[in-house]
C-alpha cells in the first residue's frame, strides 16, 4: 500500500512511501481508506509539531472515512463491508473527557494512507446518505459545530447562531443552525464567500474589514437581542463577540487563529451572564448522534475541493489560501 509520512517537521519532510498492508490484531479493524479531509490542525502538526512530540515517521491526517475489509478477533462491533469514521479523540466514548488525550494524526499515527488498522472502539458507523468524501468531514469539523451548538449549547429554534469564518466548522454551524429552526449569521472579510454563506442559509453576512465593528451590526439585524451563541473561531481579542452576544448568550472558544490567548471584556461578559466554553472537538457518542441528524436532515456537508491521494501537497496549498468549506483527499481514487 502507500501511505504519506512526516520524517522531519515542515513540508518538505512529507513524503509518499510504500508500506506492508498491516493485519488487524484482538478487537481491531482493518479499514480501506476512502478519502481523508484535512484540517487546519493537520497543516500545523505537518508545519510545526504544534509544539508535541512527535515520533518519526508519523503518518499525517485525523478524519478519514473507510470501509472495514477484516476485522480481527473479538472484533464484533463492525463487519466486513460496513463503512466507518474514524473518532478524533480515540478513547473519548461519552461524557467529560479525563486525562491526557492523544489525537490521530498527531501525536498518535494518522490516517492518510491506503489502508488502516484501528481498534473498534475508534470507530463509529458512517452516514448512509453521505459517500466517503462527504462523511470523511464529519469527525472533526462536523462534530466541533454539533459539540459546540447541539451537545453544550441546547440550540433551539428562534435563537441566532453567528459563525466566523467559512472553513468547515463555520458552514457546519450555519447547517445545523437552519437544521434546527434558527437564524445563522456568517462574519467573513470576503465578499464572495459571504453571498455562498448566504445561498446556503446564512440570514445576515457581515463584512468584517468593511464593518469592523460586526458585533454592533448582529445586534442591529437581530433587533437588539443579539446572538444566542457564537462560535468563535479566530480567539484573541473577544470585544466584537462579546458585543454581539445576547443575555446569557454563549461563546464556543474553538479556533487559535490568533493566538494562543484570549482577551474579553469584563464587564459586558458579566452584564450579559455570558458563558464562555471551551470546545475541542467532541467524544463518540457526540458524532455518533451527528451522524444519525446526516441521515434524518440530509445535511450536506460543503467541499470545496478535493484531491488525489498522491495530490497532498496541492490540497495543503489549498488550505493555505482559505477554502470555503472543507479540502477532502480522495485515497480511494
Known sequence: MKRWQMSRLGRDGLSLVDAAIPRPGPGEILVKVGAVSLNHRDKLVVESGMGMTLDFPLTPGSDMAGTVVEAGAGATRF??????????WPGWIDGLASGPR???????PGVLSEYLVLPQD?????P??????????LPCAGLTAWFALVETGGLKAGQTVVAQGTGGVALFGVQIARA?????????????KLERARALGATHGIDRHATPDWGR???EVTGGRGADHVLELAGGNLAQTAEALAQGGRVALIGLLDGLNFTAPTVPVMMKQAVIQGISVGHRRGLEDLVRAVDGTGLAPVIDAEYAFTDLPAAL???????????VV????
Open 79 to 88: 463487519a466486513t463491508g460496513d463503512r466507518v469514521l474514524g473518532t478524533f
Open 102 to 108: 492523544a489525537a490521530l494524526g498527531g501525536p498518535l
Open 122 to 126: 475508534w470507530a463509529v458507523a458512517a
Open 128 to 137: 448512509r446518505r453521505l459517500d466517503d468524501a462527504a462523511a470523511s468531514t
Open 180 to 192: 434546527h429552526g434558527a437564524e445563522a449569521i456568517a462574519i467573513s472579510g470576503d465578499p464572495a
Open 217 to 219: 451590526v448582529v445586534r
Open 317 to 327: 496549498d489549498h488550505l493555505d489560501r482559505g477554502p470555503f468549506g472543507k479540502i
Open 330 to 333: 480522495r485515497v480511494d481514487g
